[in-house]
């Protein structure tokens, strides 16, 4: 493992330069905050108490396991879309305006109607409430 940083009071830890928030309040009251450098580390204390090293990070392990458990979930496209507004929804779904001038383009060249569905698609998808 790389490095750990518990700050015990902002329920903060971070594990190899990654922050998340977790609930630290199991440590013990005079605890201020856990380094660990990857091989070895210490207890920072509140109180006046002389920091302490420590040679493993185990006693840490369901912290550290809250802080896995605090990962964001990733969303799917699918996922994102839904939780939009209709408007943000077909904004992301039009594409880029260049990619849509170019449809209008080879549209009016051939002929075809490739811009014209990919809206009526888009508006289908997400209807305005």
């Not at 209709?86 to 990619?99: L, M, N």
């Amino acid at each position: 493992m790389a490095t750990l940083t518990i700050i015990k009071d902002d329920n903060n830890i971070a594990e190899g330069g990654v922050w998340r928030t977790v609930d630290c309040s199991s440590l013990a009251a005079n605890v201020h905050a856990v380094q660990w450098d990857g091989s070895a580390g210490w207890v920072e204390y509140n109180d006046g108490t002389a920091n302490e090293t420590i040679d493993s990070i185990s006693a840490y392990d369901d912290l550290r396991t809250a802080w896995t458990n605090a990962a964001p979930v990733e969303q799917s496209e699918a996922e994102w879309l839904a939780a939009q507004t209709y408007d943000v929804a077909r904004e992301a779904k039009y594409g880029d305006i260049g990619d849509q001038l170019d449809m209008q383009y080879k549209d009016a060249v051939n002929g075809t109607t490739t811009w014209k569905d990919h809206v009526t698609k888009v508006k289908s998808d997400f209807p305005k409430p």
